[in-house]
């Protein structure tokens, strides 16, 4: 029997609605109520969105897989660049554990590599089954569930600038997130599907920081009942914190403090790994204790996973990353997870602070590792010499360990709030 993967359209659209529906029926109604709702949702983006793709496995004219790839725009090390997200994976329940989906996920690696994106991207369903065919991890997602008091003050003339956003104000949330994107490395600009549930959510609070009549600040947020029988306790959940200097967010931030007679907690959650040092107390309301001495703050999330396809490609697309100053030939020997082989590439650091491919004929130092291990240095999501100590990086020079450690140190972790 003959595999094909190829594009769906609206005549597909019954057998997908059954595929998806069972995928994730997580908060769904999969019976026609379910399918009514989500068939013109469906229908409108496989006619009109051109970053929205809608691609399905056939086996003798059989629908047996579907799924979605989106066409991202990224910042990679400063500089928006094109990325391929892989979404709603779905496998129909009558043929699981035959392969289906590593196959859909061989195809979104050779779209990726076609389509000219520099990397592969996901939020996994099964982190396991993604790690096994060389995704590495991206930063973790820090959520922190806290007294709203404890939340910085802002200035009283910032709060002046704040005013409540609303649908008319959509393009000005679009170009402020935009600029918030280019400023942060692994932020991804905002895509259809993301665009038009900003447009039908009317649940949302979204509250603006404006100056001299530009929009350089906003933060969403939703009120929920803590109490079925006392109206007044409740907790706020933050979905989003979009801020171009670190003035505005401590302008939001304190506009949150100022709803504590409302909600007395606050749900937020943030990828960058150094927000509890700006709290007066990071403690959460949790009040666990874990020993030896320590006060929970919050939970962490593994959320997007990376694969760089074609690490040359990478490389050559990125030759604008700006490394220490330093003179050396890198050659790394990388085990590919997916086509259980291994393979190598020599990278050439110079003195201006650039990386190239070089020739392999020569290197200084040899890194041995997995091609999910060197997606994550190469994004700077994790340390060098913190992977030696745990054996996932193995040098052949050790005392190259110090220097390697520093050239791959990326300032910001990658991280993105997309959800696809």
Known sequence: MKRVIKPLTSEHIEDYLTIYLNAYPAYKNIGDEGREKYRPKVLFS????????????????????????????VNFFGKIQPASGLMALGVHPLHKKKGVAKDMVKFFEKYTKESGSLVAMLLPFRIDFYRQMGYGYGSKLDEYRIPTVNLPKADKDSLCKLKFLSASDLDDMLCCHRIFASKNHGMAEKFEDEIRNMESDSETRRIGYVENDKLLGYVSYRLVSESDVNYTLNRMEVDEIVYLDSNILKCLLGFLRNQSDLAQTIVLRTGNENFYHILPSPQDISGNYIDFGYLQTNVSAVGNMYKIVDPKAFINATHYRKFISCKLNVKFIYDDELEHCTNSITVGFESDGSWHVADDKYEDVTIKCKLSDLSSLFMGSCGLSSMMKLGAIKLSDPSYEDLLDMLFYCKQKPWTNTDY
């Not at 009109?48 to 991202?72: R, V």
């Open 46 to 73: 496989m006619e009109n969105d051109k970053h929205i793709h809608f691609y399905g496995l056939f086996e003798d004219d059989e629908l047996l897989a579907t799924m979605k790839l989106i066409d991202l725009s």
